[in-house]
């Protein structure tokens, strides 16, 4: 039996292998990003804000785009009742959104 492997081939499985560890370590900082995210988004004090809301409820958050989402966590928060209302009047998908007041209280 010959040694089938050529030039070529080593250049593929080595960009194989760097390209595996790469998404390996994004992987890694994916998850980190994501604990810091839930930790951050945790109240460390009571706060008060302004969200957009639609019936369901949802809630609209950006992440690069504007969407809705169930999760109150994730909302855009305002702290002044006239940005939320501005926004809700712009909000996607016709919509019947409003701004609603939140609270969130720290353990």
């Given amino acids: 039996m010959t040694d089938t ?27 980190e990003l994501e604990r810091r995210l839930a930790e951050a988004q945790k109240p460390r004090q009571d706060e008060v804000a302004w969200l957009v809301e639609a019936s369901g409820p949802q809630y609209l958050y950006y992440n690069g785009w504007f969407q809705w989402t169930p999760d109150v966590h994730k909302a855009l928060r305002f702290a002044r009742r006239q940005d939320a209302d501005a926004v809700a009047a712009e909000a996607p998908d016709d919509k019947d959104a409003r701004a609603v007041e939140h609270a969130w209280m720290a353990p």
């Fill in 5 to 31: 492997a050529t030039p070529l081939t080593d250049e593929a499985d080595d960009v194989t292998m760097r390209l595996t560890n790469r998404h390996e370590r994004l992987k890694t900082l994916c998850k």
